[in-house]
C-alpha cells in the first residue's frame, strides 16, 4: 500500500502532466494498493487542504497535454515560514495535511524556489522527491529540465519567423526570451535562431560592442540584424551598480525591459529602424516537445521506481543520459548558470556571433 501527493509548483512549462503520467503509470503497474492524491495549485493546495484522490484514468491522455492539470502557483519560498494573513503556519499546515492523509510520499515538480521548499519539507521530517521542471534550464545538479527543449522550439520559431519579415524590411530587431537570471534558453534558442547578437545575463554586455557588432553587418551589406536578448540581460555599467540602485533602475523601466531600451539606443546610435519583439509566455505554453515527452516519461518512471523502493528525498536527475537520484540537501539553493568560458560560447564566437563582451 502507497499513498502518494502531488503537486506541481510554480511557473508552469511543457510536460508537467507529461511527467506525473510516468509517475503515476510507473506506480500503478508496480505497487498492488495505490492512492495519489492531487494537490491544486501547488504549495497552496497543501498547505489549505485543497486536494482530490485521484485515480489513475486522471493521469491517462494529458502526455502531449499542456499546462498541468492540477493548476500552479508561486508561493515564494522567503514567506514559507512567514505566517499567512490569518496567522496560519504554513509550514505546519503543509505537515499537518500530510500526516492527515498518511502520504508515503510528496511528488513534487517544479524550479528552484519549489526545490527548496522541499528541501525544507525534507528537513522537517517529510518523504519528498522533486522533479526538475522549468524553461530556464537553471536547475543545479541535472543537465537538463524538463520544458526547456520545448521553450527553445517556440522561442526559435519566433526568431525563424523574424527573419523573413527583418530581411524583407531592412530592420535590427530585439527578440527578448525569458530567462530573468540565466541565459540558457536564450543561447540555445539564439544559435538555433540563427542571431546575430546574443545578450545573456551571465555575460554584461558593452553597449558600444554592440552597435559595432550591427554596424559591421550593414557595411557588410546584410540588411538586418536580430538580436536574441535574455529578459535578464544587463550592461556592462548596470552590473557595477550596487544591487539596491539597479533594483530602483529596473522598478523607473515602468513594465519597460532591456529590449526597450537597448533598441533605443541601437536607433539612436545606427540611425537603423528596430522593432522589438517579446514572445513571453509563449514559450512556457502548448504541447511539450517529442524530446521533453520522452524526458518527462523518463524522470516520472525514475520517481516512481525511487518510491517503490522507499528512496526518498531526492531530485531525480538527469545526468549524461541517464536518470539518477541527486540528494537534495546538495542542491536545493544553487543555480545553474551559462559558464562564460564554456565550449557552446566559445563555438559561437567562433562563427562570428556577438555577446557584447
Ligand atoms: O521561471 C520561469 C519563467 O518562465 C522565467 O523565465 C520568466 O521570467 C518567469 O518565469 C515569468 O514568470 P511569471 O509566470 O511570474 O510571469
Same mark, same amino acid.
Given at each position: 500500500?502507497?499513498?502518494?501527493?502531488?503537486?506541481?509548483?510554480?511557473?508552469?512549462?511543457?510536460?508537467?502532466?507529461?511527467?506525473? @503520467?510516468?509517475?503515476?503509470?510507473?506506480?500503478?503497474?508496480?505497487?498492488?494498493?495505490?492512492?495519489?492524491?492531487?494537490?491544486?495549485?501547488?504549495?497552496?493546495?497543501?498547505?489549505? !487542504?485543497?486536494?482530490?484522490?485521484? #485515480?489513475? #484514468?486522471?493521469?491517462?491522455?494529458?502526455?502531449?497535454?499542456?499546462?498541468?492539470?492540477?493548476?500552479?502557483?508561486?508561493?515564494?519560498?522567503?514567506?514559507?515560514?512567514?505566517?499567512?494573513?490569518?496567522?496560519?503556519?504554513?509550514?505546519?499546515?503543509?505537515? $499537518?495535511?500530510?500526516?492527515?492523509?498518511?502520504?508515503?510520499?510528496?511528488?513534487?515538480?517544479?524550479?528552484?524556489?519549489?526545490?527548496?521548499?522541499?528541501?525544507?519539507?525534507?528537513?522537517?521530517?517529510?518523504?519528498?522527491? $522533486?522533479?526538475?521542471?522549468?524553461?530556464?534550464?537553471?536547475?543545479?545538479?541535472?543537465?537538463?529540465?524538463?520544458?526547456?527543449?520545448?521553450?527553445?522550439?517556440?522561442?526559435?520559431?519566433?526568431?525563424?519567423?523574424?527573419?523573413?519579415?527583418?530581411?524583407?524590411?531592412? @530592420?535590427?530587431?530585439?527578440?527578448?526570451?525569458?530567462?530573468?537570471?540565466?541565459?540558457?534558453?536564450?543561447?540555445?534558442?539564439?544559435?538555433?535562431?540563427?542571431?546575430?547578437?546574443?545578450?545573456?545575463?551571465?555575460?554584461?554586455?558593452?553597449?558600444? %560592442?554592440?552597435?559595432?557588432?550591427?554596424?559591421?553587418?550593414?557595411?557588410?551589406?546584410?540588411?538586418?540584424?536580430?538580436?536574441?536578448?535574455?529578459? !535578464?540581460?544587463?550592461? %556592462?555599467?548596470?552590473?557595477?551598480?550596487?544591487?539596491?540602485?539597479?533594483?530602483?533602475?529596473?522598478?523607473?523601466?515602468?513594465?519597460?525591459?532591456?529590449?526597450?531600451?537597448?533598441?533605443?539606443?541601437?536607433? +539612436?546610435?545606427?540611425?537603423? +529602424?528596430?522593432?522589438?519583439?517579446?514572445?513571453? $509566455?509563449?514559450?512556457?505554453?502548448? #504541447?511539450?516537445?517529442?524530446?521533453? @515527452?520522452?524526458?518527462?516519461?523518463?524522470?516520472?518512471?525514475?520517481?516512481?521506481?525511487?518510491?517503490?523502493?522507499?528512496?526518498?528525498?531526492?531530485?531525480?536527475?538527469?545526468?549524461?543520459?541517464?536518470?539518477?537520484?541527486?540528494?537534495? *540537501? *546538495?542542491?536545493?539553493?544553487?543555480?545553474?548558470?551559462?559558464?562564460?568560458?564554456?565550449?557552446?560560447?566559445? *563555438?559561437?564566437?567562433?562563427?562570428?556571433?556577438?555577446?557584447?563582451?
Amino acid at each position: 500500500m502507497k499513498r502518494i501527493g502531488i503537486l506541481t509548483s510554480g511557473g508552469d512549462c511543457q510536460g508537467l502532466n507529461a511527467t506525473m @503520467r510516468g509517475v503515476v503509470k510507473g506506480l500503478t503497474k508496480n505497487v498492488d494498493d495505490l492512492e495519489v492524491y492531487g494537490f491544486y495549485d501547488g504549495y497552496k493546495g497543501l498547505i489549505y !487542504g485543497n486536494y482530490r484522490l485521484l #485515480s489513475p #484514468s486522471d493521469f491517462s491522455g494529458i502526455l502531449t497535454r499542456g499546462g498541468t492539470i492540477l493548476g500552479s502557483s508561486r508561493q515564494p519560498f522567503k514567506l514559507m515560514r512567514v505566517p499567512d494573513e490569518k496567522g496560519l503556519d504554513k509550514v505546519e499546515a503543509m505537515k $499537518h495535511t500530510y500526516h492527515k492523509l498518511r502520504l508515503n510520499c510528496l511528488v513534487i515538480l517544479g524550479g528552484n524556489g519549489t526545490q527548496k521548499t522541499a528541501n525544507l519539507l525534507r528537513e522537517e521530517g517529510l518523504n519528498v522527491i $522533486h522533479l526538475p521542471k522549468t524553461i530556464d534550464n537553471d536547475i543545479y545538479g541535472t543537465d537538463v529540465t524538463f520544458g526547456f527543449q520545448s521553450a527553445i522550439n517556440i522561442a526559435t520559431s519566433a526568431i525563424d519567423c523574424i527573419h523573413t519579415t527583418a530581411a524583407s524590411h531592412n @530592420r535590427v530587431f530585439v527578440v527578448e526570451v525569458m530567462g530573468h537570471k540565466v541565459g540558457w534558453l536564450t543561447l540555445y534558442a539564439g544559435i538555433a535562431g540563427g542571431a546575430d547578437i546574443i545578450l545573456l545575463p551571465e555575460i554584461p554586455y558593452d553597449l558600444e %560592442k554592440v552597435i559595432d557588432a550591427v554596424k559591421r553587418r550593414t557595411h557588410a551589406g546584410k540588411g538586418f540584424t536580430i538580436l536574441a536578448v535574455a529578459e !535578464g540581460a544587463i550592461s %556592462k555599467e548596470d552590473a557595477q551598480l550596487p544591487k539596491k540602485e539597479y533594483k530602483k533602475k529596473l522598478e523607473e523601466r515602468k513594465g519597460h525591459s532591456v529590449s526597450y531600451e537597448l533598441a533605443a539606443q541601437i536607433e +539612436e546610435k545606427t540611425g537603423s +529602424e528596430v522593432r522589438v519583439v517579446v514572445p513571453g $509566455h509563449t514559450q512556457r505554453g502548448g #504541447s511539450p516537445s517529442p524530446y521533453d @515527452r520522452v524526458l518527462c516519461t523518463r524522470l516520472g518512471a525514475a520517481a516512481a521506481d525511487l518510491i517503490v523502493k522507499g528512496k526518498y528525498g531526492y531530485m531525480v536527475a538527469i545526468v549524461d543520459g541517464e536518470t539518477c537520484k541527486v540528494p537534495l *540537501e *546538495e542542491v536545493a539553493g544553487k543555480l545553474k548558470m551559462v559558464e562564460t568560458d564554456s565550449p557552446i560560447i566559445k *563555438e559561437a564566437k567562433t562563427i562570428g556571433i556577438s555577446f557584447g563582451d
